[in-house]
């Protein structure tokens, strides 16, 4: 089935850097990723669909410039998170679609604490 | 958008009951999906079924799209099958497929 790999699983950054999320899928090409956030015990909310070769659409209230996408190729999208505050550790989750429709498979996950 | 509701929001159960987990959607979908998600956050696809019945081992799941809800049945709990249970719907907006989640079911089971 299909497979898409997420790394890091963790990272502690300190806050004012920047850190950079990668989601690949590893055996089918994804012209459309997800990136979803997820606080404690809630569930997940959608920050922008990733479109290859093309500027990512941010959902409403997500801040562009503070969470830059770049789908450069049909297997990797990468979420940055620049200048980071305490306030953005959250559990940060990719999702593509493999193609042939057959719904939506996720990656492990980044779990970002910013101290 | 779309609302995705889910129901119950908490369950405990006793390894060996059985239960059923249930997601309403207000609108018409183009596909719908259940998820574990797993105590490490991993999320793994349980089923892709925007309508109809589907058995997978002990768990399955039927989708009645004209009356907007789907059932996941869970039969034999297991600790393992501890965790939270999203339901997810895909509807067309402006042209795109957007995935909306429920927010889920916190399923525990007790040995």
């Known amino acids: 089935g299909a497979v898409v790999s997420q790394h890091p699983s963790r990272v502690i950054c300190k806050s004012g850097t920047s850190v950079k999320i990668e989601c690949r899928s590893l055996?089918?090409?994804?012209?459309?990723m997800f990136w979803y956030r997820q606080f404690p015990k809630q569930s997940l909310m959608l920050m922008a669909t990733?479109?290859?070769?093309?500027?990512?659409?941010?959902e409403q209230g997500v801040e562009k410039d503070k969470f830059l996408i770049n789908h450069a190729s049909l297997t990797l999208s990468t979420l940055t998170v620049t200048s980071a505050h305490p306030e953005d550790s959250s559990f940060y989750i990719c999702?593509?679609?493999?193609?042939?429709?057959?719904?939506?498979?996720f990656g492990s996950g980044t779990r970002l604490t910013v101290v | 958008g779309i609302q995705v509701e889910q129901s119950p929001p908490d369950l405990i159960l006793q390894e060996g009951a059985n239960s059923t987990l249930r997601c309403n959607f207000s609108?018409?979908?183009?596909?719908l999906q259940w998820f574990h998600q797993n105590p490490w956050g991993q999320l793994i696809n349980l089923f892709y079924?925007?309508?109809g019945t589907k058995q997978n081992g002990r768990l399955s799941a039927t989708t009645v799209a004209t009356e907007r809800y789907s059932l996941l049945y869970i039969s034999s709990s297991q600790t393992t099958d501890s965790g939270v249970y999203f339901c997810?719907?895909?509807?067309?907006?402006?042209?795109?497929?957007?995935?909306?989640f429920g927010r889920g079911t916190s399923l525990i089971v007790h040995p």
């Open positions: 990733s479109n290859e070769g093309s500027k990512a659409t941010y």
């Open positions: 997810a719907v895909e509807s067309i907006t402006g042209g795109s497929y957007i995935p909306t």
């Open positions: 055996d089918f090409q994804a012209t459309t």
């Open positions: 999702s593509a679609e493999d193609g042939d429709h057959y719904g939506y498979t």
């Open positions: 079924i925007p309508s």
């Open positions: 609108d018409s979908v183009n596909n």
